[in-house]
């Protein structure tokens, strides 16, 4: 999808995807990962999540990637965080104790950029993207974090009854992306309450994908 989309969307403040509470899918699966205090956790397409100061609470180092400069500055206003920013070549850089966020387009990060990465929390950045971009998503993760364990939340619907995003990625495409490199395991298939976006029958499945040493 079109960068403007995503700009557009948070200029608007239309942001249906932002909740106001903890994801209770991170609350009840993230001790699956068995990472150690202070881990470095990467959250893609972060926006102003949550999610994120659960993480800072629990411990750990987040490292965000945001296209929108705009929810990367109201993510460190709910944080109470004033932020360092410096221009890298891969774009901006807001660094604060125990946060990092780039802001730009998630391709044009490496894994030099990164440093070391301990997780990844993929909530809402797999199926924010459409189908012709997901495969070379899946790949850029793997190989900017050097295939770090990640807790991966999908949406399983029927896609003909509304349009994304979020994107229906079902079972079988999150295998065909994963497995080749990961020991998957599906923790949690859960029925969306009152459907998605309130209007359609959807389930949400929620993987831990821990390394494969058979790799």
């Known amino acids: 999808m079109e960068h403007e989309f995503w700009h557009k969307k ?30 470095r956790i990467l959250v893609p397409l972060c926006g102003k999540s949550l999610d994120i100061r659960y993480l800072m609470e629990q411990g750990y180092k987040v490292v965000g990637a945001e296209l929108s400069e705009l929810a990367v500055k109201q993510l460190f206003e709910s944080l109470n965080i004033t932020p360092m920013v410096e221009d890298r ?16 387009d998630i391709f044009t990060l490496q894994d030099h950029h990164l440093s070391q990465i301990d997780a990844i929390y993929d909530r809402a950045a797999l199926v924010a993207l459409p189908e012709d971009l997901r495969a070379g998503y899946t790949t850029h993760l793997r190989q ?25 990625v079902n079972a079988k495409e999150v295998r065909h992306h994963y497995e080749a490199h990961y020991k998957m395991e599906l923790v949690q298939q859960s029925e969306v309450k009152g459907g998605l976006k309130g209007r359609c029958p959807a389930t949400t499945n929620i993987w831990i994908l821990s390394l494969n040493t058979m790799v």
Request: hydrophobic fraction near 30%; charge should be negative.
């Open 144 to 168: 900017i974090t050097h295939h770090a364990p990640q807790l991966l939340i999908c949406f399983d619907y029927d896609q003909s009854q509304m349009t994304g995003p979020p994107f229906s």
């Open 10 to 39: 948070w200029q608007e403040n239309d942001i249906g995807f932002h909740e106001e509470q903890y994801n209770p899918g991170l609350v009840n699966h993230l001790d699956k990962l068995r990472l150690a205090p202070g881990s």
């Open 89 to 104: 070549s891969c774009g901006k850089l807001y660094t604060a104790q125990g946060i990092q966020v780039f802001v730009g």
